[in-house]
């Protein structure tokens, strides 16, 4: 039976850093939706459009993006590299286990930004209505990409952590006599 909990966990622990760049990928893709909309709307009084066609407020909503997704990818790292920590029978478990705790802050901190939805937000205090507008209505929703990657990443934790607390016990059951007093002198 640990067999089936083995490749579960991993797979969980690698969905934080892959619905990260899910996100970062929605978002790209509504804040394209959002351009060309701008630039169709009569109201556009005209402005810089860059060699990818993003208008000004497209470029400063997708670096917002960008920087929300990065960020959540970089957190999402940590959580899965430790995750793979954890299934050693070693020691250290428990600053591992300190330090995702202290990792739960900017997880938290990134969707909170994300579920503000920032292209919404600076189009708004541009007064860009035709890019708001142009905005896909699912766009907001891609916010809780990043909260199932960490709930997700949160329950991979907890069988890595299982997993290796499990071999540990396997471990001590097995050492030999002369393992223990060498690993007692080191």
Known sequence: MARIGRPAGLVLLALGPVLAAAYAG?????????????????KWE???????????????AWQMI?????????VALAYLV??????????GRTALLVVSGVLVLPYTLVFAVALINPARALAGL???????AGLPGWQSYAAYL????????????VMAAADGRRAAAAGKGQESPQSSAAEARS
């Open 66 to 74: 960008l920087l929300t997704a990065l960020l959540a990818g970089l």
């Open 26 to 42: 929605a978002g790209h893709l509504g804040v394209r939706a959002a351009v060309r909309a701008q630039i169709a709307d009569p």
């Open 146 to 157: 990043i909260l199932i990657g960490g709930l997700a990443q949160a329950a991979g934790m």
């Open 82 to 91: 430790i995750g793979l920590l954890l299934r050693r029978p070693r020691r």
């Open 126 to 132: 541009t007064g860009q209505s035709g890019f708001v």
């Open 46 to 60: 005209g402005g810089t459009i860059d060699d990818s066609g993003m208008t000004s407020t497209g470029t400063d």
